[in-house]
């Protein structure tokens, strides 16, 4: 089993930055496809950005691509999501996700590829 806890959200105005925080727990920690979806009230869930704990290949949806990185702390099994320059579409709840992959064959941008979800965290960004 893997647990999975974000933090790091909040308030923050248009142009602002906040970095986000997943830590993961669990025997197999070491294995994982990590993940942040995020879901705008009234919208489906998406993808944002995924990393794996076992390679350096990070991927981020076109919408963040030049905003978002996402990263990772092997030693505190803690995986980031650093979110510059925001937009009041940005506003969402954000969620960490986790499966076992393997990351080639995981399609990453698929809600129900994941086996591992935490809380989320709840992003506001005025205007």
């Known amino acids: 089993q893997v647990a999975l806890v974000e933090s790091g959200g909040g308030l923050v105005q248009a142009g602002g930055s906040l970095r986000l925080s997943c830590a993961a727990s669990g025997r197999t920690v070491s294995s994982l496809v990590m993940a942040w979806f995020r879901q705008a009230p009234g919208k489906e869930r998406e993808f944002v950005a995924a990393t794996s704990w076992s390679v350096e290949s990070t991927y981020l949806a076109d919408s963040v691509k030049g905003r978002f990185t996402i990263s990772k702390d092997n030693a505190r099994n803690t995986v980031y999501l650093q979110m510059n320059s925001l937009r009041p579409e940005d506003t969402a709840v954000y969620f960490c996700?986790?499966?076992?992959?393997?990351?080639?064959?995981?399609?990453?941008?698929?809600?129900?590829?994941?086996?591992?979800w935490g809380q989320g965290t709840q992003v506001t960004v005025s205007s």
């Open positions: 996700a986790a499966d076992q992959g393997p990351l080639l064959t995981l399609r990453l941008w698929i809600v129900e590829e994941y086996d591992y």
